[in-house]
C-alpha cells in the first residue's frame, strides 16, 4: 500500500471515529454517515471497536480513550498497516490535538480524489464538508485548549461582577419564595439548584415557581418534564403565572388557605386567609394570559420526553435545536426530574452520579442555571424532617449540588396547606434554616406566605399547626364560587 493510500486511510478512520463520537454524543443523529462508511470498510470487529471509542468520547474521558486505543485496538491490528494510524490516533488523543487532522480532510480528501482516482468518496466527502462548515463546534467538542479563555482578572473583572451584582446580576433567578431569594438562596448561570422531597411533596411545583419568577423576569426557560405530560406542566405554569383555579365553574372560585405570620425573626402565628380568582377554563383566564405574556420579554417552552428515554446525548441535541431556533441557549434549563433520565441499570448508582456531573457541566458551558430535584430514600419519607443524609441512590446528588433545599410535609401540614423547605447546603450563602410557605395548588399557589422557622421543627410551630389542622383543616379543602368580579386576589 502506497504511502498516500495510507494518508487517506488514515484520515478516513479518523472521519469514522469523528461520525461515532458524534453518533454517541447526538443520540444517533451520525447513523446514515456510519452505515455508509460501513460499507466502504466492512471489517466488523474494527467498525464495531471504532463506536466502542466513539462512546468514550462521549463520555469525555481522553487519556482512557487513548488506553482503550492502545490495548483493544493498536495492538490488534499492529501487524497491518492501519497500526501506525492508530498509533497517530492514540498519541492524537493523549495531547488533545485531534482537531488538526479532522479540519484538513476536506481538501486531502479532494486532493486524492483528483490526483489518485479514488472512487467512491463522494459521500464521505459530504460528511467531511459538515465537519468543515462547523469547524468551531468541533473545535469546542474537542476540548481545544490552544484558543481557549485563559480566566477572568481578579481586579478589573472582578470589580466589573460586583458592579453588576449591585445592579441586579443577571446570573442569579429569583425562586418566587422571598425568605430564600433574601438569603441569597436562589439558583445561578452555571449552578447546580437541587430540590430533594418525598413523592408527592411538591417538587414539581416548586420547579413551576421558579420558572415562572424566571420568566417574570424576562429570561429564557427550558422546562424538560420526563414524568408528567407536557400539557399537565403548562397547565401549571398557566396557573401559578396568573393565580387561576384549576378547574371550571361559574363566576369566581374562593378557597382558604393559611397565612404565615413571622414576628421578629421568630415565627409568631398562624392566620387563614381568603382567596379569589377566577377558574382556569374561561374567558376572563384567557385575556389575563394574553396580557401578561404580551408584557414580559421572558419564556417557557415545556418540552416532554418518554420516562428514561432521554439519556445526555439527547438532551445535548435538542439544546443545540434549541439555540438554533432561539438564536442562543435557555437561561434556565429545569429537568423535572433528573433522576428519570436514561440510565445503565446494570451500574445504576455510577450512571446516575455520571449523570449529573454531565448535566452540571452542560449548565458550566452554556451559561445555564440547571434546576431539578430528585427524590428522599425511605427513611426522608418517614422523618419529621427531610435533610441531605436521606438523598436516594447516591450521595453524589448533594456532593454535586450548589444549593441543595429539603421539602418536608406532615400530616397537620399537608391537610392545611403548609411546607417546611430547609436549606441544607448552599455556596453561596448561609445554609442550616428553614423556611415555612403556605400554599394552595389548586389555586397555583407555591408560596402565598413564608417565614423563617429558629429550629428544623420548633415546639412552637408544632403546637400551631396542629391548633390550626383540628380548627380549620375541614374548611381548606372547601372551594366555592361568586359572582363577584374584583381584582383578583384579596
Known sequence: MSDTSLELERRIRTLFLWCCWEDARTGGRYRNQIAA????????????????????????????????????LKRRYGDLPLGSALAELERCLRTRQCVESIVSLRNTLIDFDVRQGVHDIGKVKDVAGRIVAHTDRIKELSVDYGDADLGSEVGADGVEELERSIEGDADWFR????????????????????????????????????????????????????????????????????????????????????????????????????????????????????????GTSGSVLVKEFPTRQMDHGMLVAYLEKYARSKGGYP????????????????????????????????????????????????????????????????????????VFVTMTKNSSEKA?????????????????????????????????????????????????????????AADMDAIVFTSHRGDGRS
Open 37 to 72: 462508511l460501513r460499507k466502504r470498510w466492512p471489517v466488523r470487529d474494527l467498525t464495531d471497536d471504532m463506536i466502542a471509542v466513539g462512546r468514550y468520547l462521549a463520555a469525555g474521558s481522553w487519556h482512557d480513550i487513548a488506553d482503550h486505543v492502545d490495548e483493544r
Open 331 to 402: 437561561d434556565m434549563l429545569i429537568i423535572d426530574y433528573f433522576d428519570l433520565m436514561k440510565m445503565d441499570l446494570s451500574n445504576f448508582r455510577l450512571s446516575l452520579d455520571n449523570a449529573l456531573k454531565e448535566l452540571r457541566g452542560l449548565a458550566v458551558d452554556h451559561g445555564m442555571a440547571l434546576v431539578t430535584a430528585t427524590q428522599s430514600n425511605r427513611a426522608g419519607v418517614m422523618s419529621e424532617s427531610v435533610e441531605g443524609f436521606h438523598v436516594a441512590e447516591n450521595w453524589g446528588k448533594h456532593a454535586d449540588s450548589d
Open 175 to 294: 425562586t418566587g419564595v422571598s425568605c430564600l431569594d433574601e438569603r441569597n438562596v436562589k439558583p445561578r448561570r452555571g449552578a447546580l439548584f437541587m430540590v430533594m422531597g418525598p413523592s408527592n411533596a411538591g417538587k414539581s411545583w416548586f420547579l413551576v415557581n421558579i420558572g415562572s419568577q424566571a420568566l417574570r423576569d424576562g429570561k429564557r426557560v427550558l422546562h424538560v418534564t420526563l414524568e408528567m405530560s407536557s400539557s399537565e406542566v403548562r397547565m401549571r405554569y398557566l396557573c401559578n403565572l396568573g393565580g387561576f383555579y384549576m378547574g371550571r365553574g361559574e363566576g369566581r372560585a374562593v378557597g382558604k388557605l393559611p397565612v404565615v405570620v413571622e414576628q421578629n425573626r421568630m415565627f409568631g402565628a398562624l392566620d387563614i386567609g381568603r382567596i379569589e380568582a377566577p377558574p382556569f377554563y374561561t374567558q376572563e383566564a384567557v385575556r389575563s394570559l394574553r396580557e401578561l405574556f404580551d
Open 416 to 472: 392545611v396547606g403548609l411546607c417546611r423547605l430547609y436549606v441544607d447546603k448552599s455556596r453561596y450563602s448561609r445554609a442550616g434554616f428553614t423556611v415555612v410557605v403556605a400554599q394552595k395548588f389548586e389555586f397555583g399557589i407555591f408560596c402565598g406566605s413564608c417565614a423563617v422557622l429558629p429550629d428544623r421543627l420548633p415546639a412552637q410551630y408544632k403546637v400551631a399547626v396542629e391548633s390550626f389542622a383540628s380548627e380549620y
